[in-house]
């Protein structure tokens, strides 16, 4: 009898299986079917079943090469004084590799004390973590093992650009040149609303040394424009025989309750030490915190971290301006400086990336507060096809979730809902 039942169910598995080798299609055609098409069928559709066609590159995460997971390492080569918050590594800039090895510039901080607020801040008190910054180097033969090679822009004398704090830089090669565009900071972070133009500094080797312009190149904006106190994280790529410079700015802050909002603009120039001219539709992305761009096929993607509407999303502008939601991720990199093979190029079939940098922040609590350098993985590159890397759906452990929880004020709140609806219904 065992034997018949099973039999029987076997023929049932072999049935079910047959059928969906053939992909059955329903007789309604009017029915979404079970095998989902690659392409869009030409059915009644719902708002949501059409932007899964219509809105990203594919209709699963798995065949979408803008989409990834993020996997992060723990660099070698770094010291941090035991974590006490008087080192603070952060923000790097993109990766090049140049004679036989790779580069990185980074905001590095080396004060007596953390970060202490504006109201503390002194000549040598730093107010913020990239406050009483440096702009140094570092190089690593594999990307995993770094060795630190020092300062490459210090803080210029006052009242040069960037006398109070020089950070956040990101790297250019142009015609056989190298130039670094940074923050320069001419008061401690936090005490207006931080004057923070970008400067510049060139050299004819990636080792130094670097002359600084000691002028701004991309000034803030007028008063009551969008980018009137801050050009942060500027960012260049060469697009169309031009640079192309991403930048970021904070603005809109109003009250405690509503925060700083965060979005991206570009300027164009012919020469890197300028004239830029902003773009017209600037702000040109209007979700992200840091700046984080790459040529990808005949455009330009970029990352949406953490703040805005759009935020934890990939994004693609195939005329490098407006930009659309290519993917939705998870665990984005804070301040990721990717390793762009084709980022002076001028390239029109962007191969995308596979690793990079980034930093974490509050490694050791906000009264020790500095930031370390990481390393994150992805496939985000045509030329890579690592399945692992596409899957979703990130699993948390329960004392992750708790470490989330509701504040004294919050659950005070919740108790109080409960005790007013008890009260009305006796």
Not at 193 to 213: E, F, I, Q, R
Not at 250 to 271: P, S
Not at 283 to 305: D, N, Q, R, S
């Amino acid at each position: 009898m065992k034997k018949t039942i099973s039999s029987l169910v076997a023929l049932v598995l072999a049935f079910n299986v047959t059928a969906a080798d053939k992909q059955v299609t329903p007789k309604n055609t009017e029915v979404f079917p079970f095998f989902m098409p690659d392409e869009k069928p030409n059915i009644p559709l719902s708002s949501s079943a059409a932007r899964n066609y219509d809105n990203y590159l594919a209709n699963r995460q798995e065949n979408n090469e803008l989409y990834t997971q993020f996997k992060y390492t723990k660099l070698k080569g770094f010291d941090y004084n035991d974590d006490d918050g008087t080192i603070s590594r952060r923000d790097p800039s993109k990766i090049i590799f140049e004679n036989g090895k790779y580069y990185v510039w980074y905001t590095y901080r080396n004060t007596p004390t953390p970060p202490k607020g504006a109201a503390l801040s002194s000549d040598t008190i730093p107010s913020a973590d990239w406050d009483l910054s440096e702009i140094w180097y570092a190089t690593s033969e594999d990307g995993f093992t770094w060795q630190e090679q020092g300062v490459a822009v210090p803080r210029p004398p006052k009242p040069n650009v960037g006398w109070r704090s020089v950070s956040t830089t990101d790297i250019l090669k142009w015609k056989g040149k190298y130039y670094l565009y940074y923050q320069g900071f001419m008061q401690a972070s936090g005490k207006r609303g931080d004057d923070c133009p970008v400067a510049v500094s060139y050299s004819d080797s990636p080792d130094g040394p670097w002359t600084p312009l000691n002028k701004v190149v991309i000034p803030n904006g007028a008063p009551g424009e969008w980018d009137q106190y801050s050009i942060h994280d500027p960012y260049p790529l060469v697009h169309n025989g031009k640079i192309y410079l991403y930048y970021k700015s904070d603005f809109a802050k109003q009250d405690k309750r509503r925060g700083l909002v965060r979005m991206h603009g570009l300027a164009i120039a012919d020469n890197p030490l300028g004239p830029f001219k902003k773009h017209a539709l600037n702000p040109v992305l209007a979700a992200g915190h840091e700046t984080t761009l790459f040529p990808f096929k005949k455009g330009v993607a970029a990352f949406a971290i953490r703040d805005g509407n759009e935020r934890n999303t990939i994004q693609y502008a195939e005329d490098w301006v407006n930009f659309e939601i290519a993917s939705i991720v998870e665990m984005m990199p804070v301040a990721a400086g990717p390793y762009v093979p084709d980022a002076f190029t001028d390239t029109t079939d962007g191969r995308g990336i596979t690793w990079g940098l980034s930093h974490f922040t509050g490694v050791n609590g906000w009264d020790k507060n500095h930031s370390n350098l990481v390393r994150f993985d992805v496939d985000l590159s045509l030329d890579v096809d690592d399945r692992k890397m596409k899957r979703h759906s990130i699993k948390f452990s329960p004392e992750q979730h708790y470490q989330h929880g509701l504040s004294k004020a919050q659950k005070a709140r919740a108790l109080a809902e409960t005790k007013k609806l008890k009260k009305l219904s006796q």
